[in-house]
C-alpha cells in the first residue's frame, strides 16, 4: 500500500462512512459525521497534492484489478486542484451549517421543517461530497455515471430542503434536468462500450475515439453533462434552484456541485478526446461567452440577493467554457485555427480556466455563505430587505465584497490571475472576440457586486426586525473570502500542480 | 424552533397519525389527472419530434455498424480471470469484486435517495394503522402466512444461489422488500419510521459494510475491496447477506415513506413565501433587543 | 439484420419517444415515467448492442452495468415521485408552475425592463 492507495480511499470512503454516521440523527452523530468527513476529504487530498507534486499522477486499482476489467481511481493535477478546494470549501461549510441549521438539540422534536433540514443536512451534504470525490478521481465511465446518480440524487434533495414552494418547485425542476443529463451521459456510455468495448477513459483515449458513433457519443454527453453544469442556454433551472435553496446549500450547489459535471466535459473533452473538433470547441467557446452576458445582464436585473449571486453563477460558469477554443493550438476563432493533428494545448489558458473554477468555488461559497447571513439576520431575502445591513454584519458584507472581489478579477485575487491567464491567451492568439467577452464580462461582474454592496451599506432604508447571526457563519465566510481574493499569491503552486498530466493526461 | 409548525408536523414522526383513519384521498384524483392542457402547443410537440427522428435514425445506423475490434476483449478477460474471483457466476464477479466498487456506489444510491425521501415533509402516512390492528380479512390471513415465509426463504436461497447462478443481494433484497410492503399494506407490520434506529442501521449496513471490508483488506492487498486469497467467496457471501437486508429495508422506506398528499389549503399558508428558506419567520417576540439598533 | 439488432432500436426508439414524454409533456407524472424509460431504452442497447458482435458470447458486464443501473433507477424515480407528491402538496398543482425565468408576484421577481 503507497501512498496513493490511502489518500484516495480516504478522499473517497472517508466521507462515505462518515454520511453513514451522520445518519445516526443525533446532535453528535451529525456533529462526528461533518468532522469526519471533512477530516478525511482534507487528508486525502492534501495527501493526493503531495503524491502528485512528487511523482506525476497516480492511480489506484480497486479490488486489485485495474482497467479494464476493474475501476481504476486516478489522480492528476486537475483532480487534486479539484479535491482540494471542494474539501476547503466543504470543510467551511460543513462549520457553517452546524450554526445555521439552528439548535441542533432540538432535532428529535424535529419535525418543523428547520428540524428536518437540520437533521438531513448532513448525510445529504456528506453523500454529495463522496460523490464529488469519485468523480474527480474516477478514470471508468459508467462508474462516472453511479457516481452521477448520488451527485443528483443530493444535490436536489438539498433544494428542497427548503420548504417554500418555490424552492420546491425548483427542486423537482432540478431533479429532472439533473436525471434526464444522466441518462443522455448513459447513453453515451452505452455507445461507447459497443464501439469501442471499454469502459476505462485511459483505453479510450488511446483508442482515440472517432467517428459517428464516438461523435454522436460526445455530443449525448455533453447534452447531459452541460445540462447538469447549467451552461447556456440549458441553465434555467439554476438560479432558482441555487437562491431557493438553505444558505449552506445553496454555497455548496454554487461553489463545487456544478464542477462536477464541469470536471467530467473537460475530461471528455480532452482527455479522451483530444479535443475533438474545432468547430466543437468554438461552439463551447460561444455558448459560454453568451452565458457570460445572459446571466451577467440577468444578475443585474435581479430584486432578490440570492438570485442576482445565482445568474453570476450562471455568467462565471461561462468563463470555464471560453477555456475550450483558447486552450486548442494559437487559440481558435483567430484565423490562425490549426487541425488537432500534433495538439500543443495552451499552458495559459489551461492554468487560467482551472484557476477560474477554483477562485469561483471559493469566492461563490463565501458569497452565499455572507448572502446567507445576511438573509438569517432579517429572515427576508429581497435586496431592499438587506438595506443597512453592512452596519449591523460588517464581517458578512466585507466577505461579499471580497468574494465579489475576486470574482470580477481584481489583485491579488485568483480570479484576477485566472482572468490575466485567458486574456493572455486570448491576446497572443489574436482572439479579440475572447477579450471583448472577458472584459464586458468582468465590469458587469463589477456592476452587480457594487449593486448589493449598495444596498447593504443603505442606512436610511434600514429595516428595524434583526436576528444576531452566530459569529461561527460570519467566520467560515469571511475565511473562504480572504482565501480567494489571496490566492492569486500563492498560484505558481496551483500551476505546478495543475501541470501535473495537464491537459490530456493520457497522451 | 420558533417558526410557525406545520401544521402536519406532528405526524412525522410520532405514531399520533398511524391513530387516524387514513388519509381522504378525493382531494388527490384531480392532481392525477392530466387533460394535456397544460402541455405546450401542438406545433412544439411536432417539433421536437421531428428533431428525435434523425436522431434516432442516426442512432439506428450508427449502432447497426459498430464493431468493437479490441483484443482481448473484455468477455475473454472476465472468462480468464473469473476462477480468482471466488464465485463462478460470471455476473456476480463483475458485481461484488471486478467492479465490487460500483455496486458499493449502487447500495449508496439507494441510501441517498432513502434520505432524500426522508428529508421531505411528509403529510399524514399512507399506512397509517397501527400494528396490531391488522384487516380482519381471513383470504388476506391466509395468502399472507402463506406468501411471507415463502418469500423470507426464497431471499435466502437466492443470496446463497447468486455466487454460482443468475441470482444474488438485489434480487433477494427485492423479494424480501415484497415480503415487507405486503405485511405494511396489509397494515400487519407497523411501517418503520425513519426515526428508528435500527432501520437506519441495517439500511446504512450494505454501504458500511463494503467500505469497512474493502478498508480492512487494504493493509494486506495493497488496494481497496481486493480480497486476500483464499477469503473473496465468504467475504463475497457475507457482504451479499448484508447487501440483501439492507436493500430490503431502504426498498420497504422508499416505498412506505413517500408523502401522501394533504389536502392542499393545509399546508400551503405555513411557510412565508418571502422568508427565511426554512421557514423559520422573524417573529417579533423572537428578536432579542439589539444594543447596536441606532 | 438479427434479432439484437431489433432489440437494440427498440432501445432507441424507447428512449426517444421518452425524451419526447419529458420534454414535451407537462404533468409531473409524464416526466418521471419519462426519464424511468428512458432508462429501460438504454438497456436494451446496452444488453443487445455490444452483444450483436459475437452472439454466441454472453458479456457479462452490461448485464451487471444493467443490474446496477436498473437499481440505480429505481431509487430515483422513487425520490422523483415523493418530490413530485411533494410539489402537488406544496402548490396544488402536479405542474412545476413556477416558470423559472418569468416574473413572480413575490418581490424578488426580476424588475420588469424599463
Redesign the interface.
Known amino acids: 500500500m503507497t501512498g496513493a492507495e490511502l489518500w484516495t480511499t480516504a478522499a473517497v470512503f472517508g466521507p462515505l462512512l462518515a454520511a453513514l454516521v451522520a445518519l445516526g440523527g443525533r446532535p453528535w452523530t451529525l456533529k462526528a459525521g461533518l468532522a469526519l468527513g471533512s477530516g478525511t476529504a482534507l487528508a486525502g487530498s492534501l495527501g493526493l497534492w503531495v503524491e502528485v507534486t512528487r511523482q506525476g499522477p497516480v492511480r489506484h486499482l480497486l479490488g486489485g484489478w485495474g482497467a479494464p476489467l476493474g475501476i481504476e481511481l486516478w489522480a492528476d493535477g486537475f483532480s487534486v486542484a479539484m479535491l482540494t478546494v471542494t474539501a476547503v470549501v466543504g470543510a467551511a461549510v460543513s462549520l457553517y451549517s452546524l450554526s445555521y441549521f439552528g439548535d441542533l438539540s432540538e432535532l428529535d422534536a424535529g419535525a418543523s421543517p428547520a428540524g428536518r433540514a437540520a437533521r438531513y443536512f448532513a448525510p445529504l451534504w456528506l453523500l454529495l461530497w463522496a460523490a464529488l470525490n469519485g468523480i474527480y478521481l474516477s478514470a471508468d465511465l ?1 462508474n462516472l ?2 457516481s452521477l ?1 448520488i451527485l ?2 443530493a444535490a ?2 438539498l433544494v ?1 430542503l427548503a ?1 417554500t ?2 424552492a ?6 432540478y ?2 434536468v439533473s ?2 443529463g ?2 443522455l451521459f ?2 453515451g456510455v ?2 461507447l ?2 464501439e469501442f ?1 471499454t ?1 476505462s477513459l485511459e483505453e479510450l483515449a488511446a483508442a482515440a475515439p472517432a467517428g459517428p458513433m464516438a461523435a454522436a457519443s460526445l455530443a449525448l454527453m455533453t447534452v447531459g453533462m452541460a445540462a447538469k453544469t447549467a451552461l447556456f442556454p440549458l441553465h ?2 439554476l ?2 434552484a441555487h ?1 431557493g435553496a438553505p444558505a449552506p446549500a445553496s454555497a455548496l450547489l454554487s461553489a463545487v456541485v456544478v464542477k462536477g459535471s464541469f470536471f467530467i466535459l473537460v475530461r471528455l473533452w480532452f482527455a479522451v478526446y483530444g479535443g475533438a473538433s474545432d468547430g466543437g470547441l468554438l461552439l463551447m467557446g460561444g455558448l459560454g461567452a453568451a452565458a457570460i452576458l445572459w446571466g451577467s445582464v ?1 444578475a443585474l ?7 442576482v449571486i445565482a445568474y453570476s453563477t450562471v455568467a462565471q460558469l461561462g468563463y470555464l467554457f471560453i477555456m475550450f477554443p483558447l486552450l486548442a493550438p494559437e487559440g481558435l476563432g483567430a484565423g490562425g485555427a490549426s487541425g488537432p493533428a500534433s495538439p500543443e494545448w495552451s499552458d495559459d489558458a489551461w492554468t487560467g480556466g482551472i484557476l477560474l473554477a477554483l477562485s469561483h468555488a471559493l469566492a461563490k461559497a463565501a458569497m452565499f455563505m455572507a448572502a446567507g447571513n445576511m438573509t438569517y439576520a432579517v429572515a427576508r ?4 430587505d438587506i438595506s443597512g445591513v453592512a452596519h449591523r454584519l460588517p464581517m458578512s458584507f466585507l466577505a461579499f465584497g471580497l468574494g465579489g472581489l475576486s470574482l470580477a478579477g481584481l489583485p491579488p485575487s485568483a480570479g484576477f490571475v485566472g482572468k490575466w491567464l485567458l486574456l493572455r491567451e486570448a491576446i497572443s492568439a489574436g482572439g479579440w472576440f475572447w477579450v471583448a467577452i472577458i472584459t464586458i464580462g468582468g465590469l458587469l461582474t463589477i456592476a452587480y457586486v457594487l449593486m448589493v454592496l449598495r444596498h447593504a451599506l443603505d442606512l436610511k432604508a434600514s429595516s428595524g426586525d434583526f436576528r444576531p447571526v452566530p459569529k461561527r457563519m460570519e467566520w467560515a465566510a469571511l475565511l473562504l473570502a480572504l482565501a480567494a481574493a489571496t490566492l492569486g499569491v500563492r498560484a505558481t503552486e496551483t500551476f505546478q500542480i495543475l501541470l501535473q498530466g495537464g491537459v490530456t493526461p493520457w497522451s | 424552533m420558533s417558526g410557525p409548525t406545520d401544521p402536519q408536523a406532528n405526524n412525522a414522526t410520532g405514531a399520533a397519525s398511524e391513530t387516524g383513519t387514513g388519509v381522504d384521498h378525493a382531494h ?1 384524483r384531480p ?2 389527472e ?1 387533460d ?1 392542457s ?3 402547443p401542438a406545433i ?2 411536432w417539433m ?2 421531428l428533431l ?1 427522428v434523425p ?2 435514425v442516426l ?2 445506423l450508427g ?2 455498424g ?3 475490434s479490441r483484443d482481448p ?4 478477460l ?1 472468462a480468464e480471470h473469473l476462477p480468482e474471483t471466488g464465485v463462478s457466476n ?2 456476480t ?3 461484488l469484486n471486478f ?1 465490487g466498487y ?2 458499493l456506489l ?1 447500495v449508496a ?2 441510501v ?3 434520505v ?2 426522508w428529508s ?2 411528509r ?1 399524514q402516512r399512507v399506512f397509517g394503522l397501527p400494528a396490531g390492528r391488522a384487516r380482519d380479512e381471513p383470504v388476506l390471513a391466509a395468502v399472507l402466512r402463506l406468501a411471507v415465509p415463502t418469500a423470507f426463504l426464497t431471499a435466502v436461497y437466492l443470496t446463497w444461489l447468486g455466487s454460482s447462478e443468475p441470482a444474488g443481494a ?1 434480487q433477494a433484497g427485492a423479494l424480501l422488500a415484497g415480503a415487507g410492503v405486503l405485511l405494511t399494506v396489509a397494515r400487519v407490520m407497523r411501517p418503520p419510521t425513519a426515526a428508528a434506529l435500527p432501520v437506519r442501521i441495517i439500511a446504512a449496513g450494505g454501504v458500511a459494510g463494503f467500505v469497512v471490508v474493502g478498508i480492512a483488506v487494504l493493509p494486506f492487498t495493497g488496494a481497496f475491496l481486493a480480497y486476500p486469497e483464499g477469503w473473496a467467496y465468504p467475504l463475497i457471501l457475507g457482504l451479499e447477506a448484508a447487501l440483501a437486508v439492507a ?1 430490503a429495508v431502504i ?1 420497504v422506506e ?2 412506505v ?6 389536502a ?2 393545509s ?2 399558508d405555513t411557510v412565508d ?2 422568508g427565511d428558506p426554512l421557514g423559520r419567520a422573524l417573529a417579533p417576540d423572537a428578536t432579542p433587543p439589539d444594543p447596536g439598533a441606532p | 439484420m438479427t434479432p439484437l ?1 431489433l432489440y ?2 427498440a432501445g ?2 424507447v ?2 419517444l421518452a ?2 414524454a ?11 415515467l419519462g ?1 424511468n424509460l ?2 429501460t ?2 438497456f436494451l ?2 444488453l443487445a ?2 452483444a450483436r ?2 452472439p454466441l ?9 444493467v ?3 436498473i ?2 433507477a ?3 424515480t ?21 416558470d ?2 418569468s416574473a ?1 408576484p ?6 420588469p ?1 424599463s
Open positions: 459508467f455515471y453511479v446518480e443528483g440524487l436536489a434533495a428542497t420548504v414552494p418555490k420546491t418547485v425548483a427542486g423537482m425542476r431533479l429532472i436525471l434526464v444522466s441518462m448513459l447513453l452505452a455507445l462500450y459497443t468495448g469502459l434555467a433551472w438560479p432558482p437562491a440577468l436585473r435581479q430584486r432578490s440577493l440570492k438570485r431575502d429581497a435586496l431592499r | 388527490v392532481l392525477l392530466d394535456g397544460r402541455d405546450g412544439l410537440t421536437v419530434g428525435l436522431a434516432g442512432l439506428a449502432l447497426r459498430a464493431a468493437d476483449r473484455i468477455p475473454d472476465i460470471p455476473v464477479g463483475v458485481l467492479r460500483d455496486t449502487e444510491v439507494l441517498a435517495a432513502m432524500a425521501v421531505l415533509d403529510g438485489f436493500v426498498l422508499l416505498f415513506d413517500v408523502p401522501s398528499i394533504p392542499p389549503d399546508t400551503l413565501p418571502t | 439488432d437494440a432500436w432507441v426508439a428512449f426517444l425524451l419526447h419529458v420534454v414535451t409533456r407537462a404533468h409531473l407524472i409524464w416526466k418521471v426519464i428512458m432508462g431504452g438504454v442497447i446496452l448492442a455490444p458482435r459475437d458470447v454472453a458479456d457479462p458486464l452490461p448485464q451487471g452495468m443490474l446496477t443501473g437499481v440505480v429505481v431509487a430515483a422513487a425520490l422523483a415521485l415523493g418530490m413530485a407528491l411533494r410539489v402537488m402538496s406544496r402548490t396544488g398543482s402536479p405542474f412545476l408552475t413556477v423559472p425565468e413572480d413575490d418581490p424578488d421577481a426580476p424588475e425592463p
